[in-house]
C-alpha cells in the first residue's frame, strides 16, 4: 500500500513538472512569422505597453530596465521619429502599463508607475498641441504592490491587474507552484477592492464599456479570459476563456479583434530579463471576439525568435500599421497590418 500510493505521489509531481514546463513553452517550437512585414524604428528603450489614440497616433511608456534609469512616455505617430514628450515627471518615474481617457476633448493619461517605496497610478493631462504632459499630483495615488497593467473606466475609477500576491524570490515560487494568487482590482473614491481573483500572473487588461465586456490575460497558463460586467453591477461573469496562447502580456483592441502579444518561451524571458544577450522569443495573437465577447480563432499575428525585437510585449495599431514594444529590449517594430 504504501509503495502504491509513493508511486502515485510521484506520478502525480512528474504530471505537475510536465504539465508546467509545457505551460512554460519549453517544448514549443518558435517559427518565424510575419518578420518579412516589419521594420525597426526608434532607439526608445523598454517599451513595455502602448495606448492607442483615437486619430490613430499611441502614448508609449518607456523605461531602461537594465539600468533603472528614470524612464518617460513617448508620442508614437506613423511616419514620424517616435517622439519623447516634456513636462513635470515624478522624481522616479518607472513606467509600466498605460491608459488614456478621454472627456471633453481633453486626453488624460493614467500609467502604472513602480516606484521605489510601491506602486502609483500616476496621471496626467496629454496637450497635444505643445506635446507636454501635465502632471496631475492630486489625482495620482498609492495602489499597494506589483501592480501591473491599468483600464480606466472613468477620471476617478480604474481596473488593475495584480500580477502576484508576494514579491521577490516568494513571486517566483507563487509561479512555479502555480499558485492563483494574482487578482484585478478595481479603485475608486473609497478605495481598492477585488473584482476577479484566483487568477494566475494576471498580466494585461483591456476593458470595453461600451459592451460590459473585460478581458485578463493570465501569462503563466497562457489564457485569456472574457467577462460580461458592467460598473455599479453584480459581480463578474465569465464568457470564455481562450487557453494555449503561451506567456500572454498585454491586450490591445483592433477593430472586432484583439492583439495580444505574447512569451512562447517563458524560461528564455527569465534568463533575458537577467542577460540581454540572451534574447527571448516573441509572439503576437490576433483574436476574434464573437457577437457575445467570447474569443475564438487564435491566429499568429507576428512570430520570431527575438533576434528583430526580442521579450515583445504589446502590439498595438498605428494608423494602418501595427507597431510593437518590448519590456526589455530597444526600439520598436512597425509592421503592416496584415488582412
Known amino acids: 500500500m504504501k509503495k502504491l500510493v509513493a508511486a502515485l505521489l510521484i506520478g502525480a509531481v512528474v504530471v505537475f513538472i510536465v504539465n508546467l514546463l509545457i505551460d512554460a513553452g519549453v517544448f514549443y517550437q518558435v517559427e518565424e512569422h510575419g518578420t518579412e512585414q516589419c521594420q525597426k524604428i526608434g532607439a526608445i528603450p523598454g517599451v513595455e505597453d502602448i495606448a492607442p489614440l483615437p486619430h490613430g497616433d499611441a502614448l508609449a511608456s518607456s523605461v531602461d530596465q537594465y539600468h533603472k534609469t528614470s524612464g518617460a512616455l513617448y508620442y508614437l505617430k506613423q511616419g514620424d521619429t517616435p517622439q519623447r514628450l516634456s513636462g513635470d515627471y515624478p522624481t522616479a518615474f518607472f513606467p509600466h502599463g498605460i491608459d488614456v481617457w478621454q472627456q471633453d476633448g481633453e486626453t488624460w493619461v493614467y500609467v502604472v508607475n513602480h516606484r521605489p517605496e510601491g506602486d502609483y497610478i500616476e496621471v496626467f493631462r496629454f496637450d497635444r498641441a505643445e506635446m507636454r504632459l501635465a502632471y496631475q499630483p492630486t489625482m495620482s495615488r498609492s495602489v499597494g504592490n506589483n501592480i501591473n497593467d491599468i483600464a480606466v473606466i472613468d477620471q476617478s475609477r480604474w481596473l488593475l491587474t495584480r500580477d502576484h500576491h508576494w514579491s521577490g524570490l516568494a513571486g517566483r515560487f507563487e509561479d512555479y507552484l502555480r499558485l492563483p494568487l494574482a487578482r484585478v482590482l478595481l479603485v475608486d473614491e473609497h478605495g481598492l477592492h477585488t473584482l476577479l481573483d484566483r487568477l494566475h500572473f494576471a498580466n494585461g487588461i483591456y476593458y470595453n464599456q461600451q459592451r460590459g465586456l473585460l478581458y485578463v490575460a493570465e501569462t503563466t497558463?497562457?489564457?485569456?479570459?472574457?467577462?460580461?460586467?458592467?460598473?455599479?453591477?453584480?459581480?463578474?461573469?465569465?464568457?470564455?476563456?481562450?487557453?494555449?496562447?503561451?506567456?500572454?502580456?498585454?491586450?490591445?483592441?483592433?477593430?472586432?479583434?484583439?492583439?495580444?502579444?505574447?512569451?512562447?518561451?517563458?524560461?528564455?524571458?527569465?534568463?533575458?530579463?537577467?542577460?540581454?544577450?540572451?534574447?527571448?522569443?516573441?509572439?503576437?495573437?490576433?483574436?476574434?471576439?464573437?457577437?457575445?465577447?467570447?474569443?475564438?480563432?487564435?491566429?499568429?499575428?507576428?512570430?520570431?525568435?527575438?533576434?528583430?525585437?526580442?521579450?515583445?510585449?504589446?502590439?498595438?495599431?498605428?494608423?494602418?500599421?501595427?507597431?510593437?514594444?518590448?519590456?526589455?529590449?530597444?526600439?520598436?517594430?512597425?509592421?503592416?497590418?496584415?488582412?
Open 221 to 339: 497558463t497562457g489564457a485569456v479570459s472574457s467577462w460580461a460586467w458592467h460598473p455599479n453591477g453584480k459581480a463578474p461573469v465569465l464568457v470564455g476563456r481562450l487557453t494555449g496562447l503561451h506567456g500572454v502580456d498585454n491586450i490591445i483592441p483592433k477593430g472586432d479583434q484583439l492583439l495580444v502579444a505574447a512569451h512562447p518561451q517563458l524560461l528564455k524571458l527569465a534568463a533575458y530579463q537577467k542577460d540581454p544577450q540572451a534574447r527571448s522569443p516573441s509572439m503576437v495573437w490576433r483574436l476574434k471576439i464573437s457577437p457575445h465577447g467570447e474569443l475564438h480563432d487564435a491566429e499568429i499575428f507576428y512570430q520570431s525568435d527575438g533576434r528583430a525585437l526580442a521579450a515583445i510585449s504589446v502590439a498595438a495599431p498605428l494608423g494602418k500599421h501595427v507597431i510593437m514594444g518590448s519590456v526589455f529590449d530597444n526600439g520598436l517594430l512597425l509592421c503592416q497590418a496584415q488582412q
